[in-house]
């Protein structure tokens, strides 16, 4: 095995016992670092942005399922809206308007995840937990996107009381919303330097780049 199949392997085999899908991050990372994990059986890949999402799609086997984790302008939508499986980062209600007409456009219904502001010391982006009720409401006038659930990035700290308070909170905020959309099934939190505690907080997809890919440049 590879360096990257060893890594990619070694958080797998800690999740078996568990419903968590290990979402491998390959932003930056050269086709062939991702056609290692594809020979080893990985059929999900995360990336940030959409033309390297795009390139890599086109040049790369037909039976992955593409995920767009990155903040994502409107205006791009329509690149990837052909045949992206899920968008992690819909931060605003024009957003999701956008998606949904271009995945009507394809005739298609996009996945997505509503990404939830929940760090407390970094300026991330995300939606305000107070804007999520209008988006819920909106959503009956969108046929061709399908929330299933939240998407949140914690603090970038040491910290480990602030990480594990932002993923309490975020979980909260997930298991409200589920209750009144019992068909969401992914809570995505947790990236290299946290995707343990992210699982303990209920974490049900991690993101993980940097611990199997390596450094990015
Ligand atoms: C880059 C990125 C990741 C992966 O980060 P690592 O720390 O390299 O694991 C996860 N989620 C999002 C939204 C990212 O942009």
């Excluded at 209008?134 to 061709?144: R, Y």
């Excluded at 040491?158 to 959309?181: A, M, P, T």
Aim: contains cysteine; glycine residues 6%; negative net charge.
């Amino acid at each position: 095995m590879t360096e990257i199949q060893e890594k990619y392997q070694a958080i797998a085999s800690q999740l078996v016992d568990k419903s968590v899908t290990l979402v491998p991050v390959s932003k930056k990372k050269p086709v062939e670092d991702l056609m290692q994990i594809y020979e080893i059986g990985g059929r999900i890949f995360g990336e940030n942005y959409v033309q390297e999402l795009t390139e890599k799609y086109e040049q790369m086997p037909k039976d992955i399922e593409w995920q767009l984790l990155g903040h994502l302008q409107r205006n791009k939508v329509k690149y990837i809206a052909p045949f992206v499986n899920l968008i992690h980062s819909v931060d605003s209600l024009k957003l999701l308007r956008e998606i949904n007409k271009q995945a009507a456009k394809n005739e298609r219904v996009i996945n997505c995840l509503l990404q939830v502001f929940i760090a407390e010391e970094d300026s991330k982006t995300g939606m305000d937990e107070n804007e999520l009720p209008e988006a819920f409401a909106a959503l009956s006038d969108l046929p061709n996107v399908k929330v299933v659930g939240l998407m949140g990035i914690s603090t970038f700290t040491d910290n480990k009381e602030v990480v594990i308070r932002e993923f309490r909170h975020l979980r909260k905020l997930y298991d409200e919303g589920k209750s009144s959309h019992p068909e969401w099934n992914v809570l995505s939190m947790g990236m290299s330097g946290d995707w343990q505690m992210a699982i303990e907080e209920g974490s049900t997809l991690i993101r993980v780049g940097t611990s199997i890919f390596g450094a990015r440049t």
